[in-house]
């Protein structure tokens, strides 16, 4: 089944890009992600746009909202998201290659 990653971030850019990079390299490939910036100030937004560029052929999704907190960034991907099971990971998280198939 499709698993939907789901990623709040807010002023997240120092972690952000080793967190989607952790996701992309997962042994079970069948992921989307969607990630918003929850109306956070920092180069979030040009970290993001740069993996989407380099991953053109991925099932990536960025959103851009204002603050609602983590609980309403989570639940705003989710409504958004497609997959039967959601991984719910937070921007400055890592997920070993192994987390999804697991």
Known sequence: ?????VIPA???ADFIR???LSVLSQSYENIEIL?????GTDSTPDVVRGILQQ???RKI???EKINGGVSDTRNFLIERA??????IIDADDLADPSFVKK
Not at 1 to 5: E, G, K, N, T
Not at 82 to 87: D, M, T, Y
């Open 82 to 87: 497609l997959g039967r099971l959601i991984l």
């Open 10 to 12: 807010f002023n997240k």
């Open 35 to 39: 990630i918003a910036n929850d109306g």
């Open 61 to 63: 999704h960025y959103y």
């Open 1 to 5: 089944p499709l698993v939907s990653a």
């Open 18 to 20: 080793d967190t989607i």
């Open 55 to 57: 991953n053109p052929n």
